[in-house]
């Protein structure tokens, strides 16, 4: 079972910057994935991006070129810098943890608005 903590949402006016944060812990195996999906109200739950281990990276198209994703591989933390956000990138944001099992977090609120 890994557990994830996440950090780093909250409200911010459109063009704003926020990071947020998901560490990995307990039985973590290698090699695996880790990244973010988001729920806005009333939509399904969709990717944004993902991370392996060995640090190849998968982006949403709505968020290629405004959002990085890297992770600290001695730390089990991911990280999603969200630059030029926009009013529909709100939603709750989700840490993925992908092994021989998926793992999800609590999911942590970012809101774009001014």
């Known amino acids: 079972q890994v557990q994830l903590e996440e950090s780093g949402g909250g409200l911010v006016q459109p063009g704003g910057s926020l990071r947020l944060s998901c560490v990995a812990s307990?039985?973590?195996?290698?090699?695996?994935?880790m990244g973010w999906y988001r729920q806005a109200p009333e939509k399904e739950r969709e990717l944004v991006a993902t991370v392996n281990s060995f640090g190849w990276t998968n982006y949403a198209d709505s968020v290629k070129g405004r959002f990085t994703i890297f992770r600290d591989n001695q730390k089990n933390t991911v990280y999603l810098q969200m630059n030029s956000l926009k009013a529909e990138d709100t939603a709750i944001y989700y840490c993925?943890?992908?092994?021989?099992?998926?793992?999800w977090g609590q999911g942590t609120q970012v809101t774009v608005s001014s």
């Open positions: 993925y943890f992908g092994t021989r099992a998926i793992s």
């Open positions: 307990g039985r973590i195996f290698n090699p695996n994935t």
